[in-house]
């Protein structure tokens, strides 16, 4: 699984113009799954990105976690994180979980967010998303 996070202000997701998910601060993470992920490696990157400190203390040290500052959390599936862009002028997605078995383990990692922290926000797999964000710092990490 590769993770791309954001710390964020605001976030927002449209599908069709209409928005189907949203945050005020805290973290966006657009979510890469693998043809090799399971459950356990979904159950593994929500409780690390819940207790991830990136969030300033009152020395404006990065150290508290989304948790601590009680924000949102917009997870956002995209396939294309998984690509292989090492050589060529066209990435390679064989590395990609198939339609079906990402779309599950993306569902299993929204519901244990869910059942973990109770500001979680998502996108929709498979469709063609807008997503809006303010990046706060700017503060990109890439989990793997």
Do not use: W
């Not at 005020?24 to 593994?44: C, H, K, M, W």
């Not at 500052?69 to 995209?78: A, D, N």
Request: proline share 3%.
């Amino acid at each position: 699984m590769i993770t791309l996070l954001q710390r964020v202000s605001e976030a927002r997701v449209g599908v069709g113009g209409e928005t189907i998910a949203q945050i005020e601060r805290g973290i966006l993470i657009f979510v890469g799954v693998q043809a090799e992920d399971d459950e356990p490696t979904a159950q593994s990157f929500i409780d690390r990105l819940l207790n991830y400190r990136i969030f300033a203390d009152a020395e404006g040290k990065m150290n508290r976690s989304l948790i601590d500052i009680e924000g949102g959390l917009l997870l956002v599936p995209q396939f294309t994180l998984a690509a292989n862009t090492r050589k060529g002028r066209r990435p390679s997605f064989t590395s990609a979980a198939s339609p079906q078995h990402g779309n599950r383990i993306f569902d299993f990692m929204v519901d244990y967010a869910r059942a973990a922290y109770d500001r979680v926000a998502c996108g929709r797999f498979g469709a063609d998303m807008q997503v809006h964000l303010v990046n706060d710092g700017p503060v990109t990490f890439i989990l793997e």
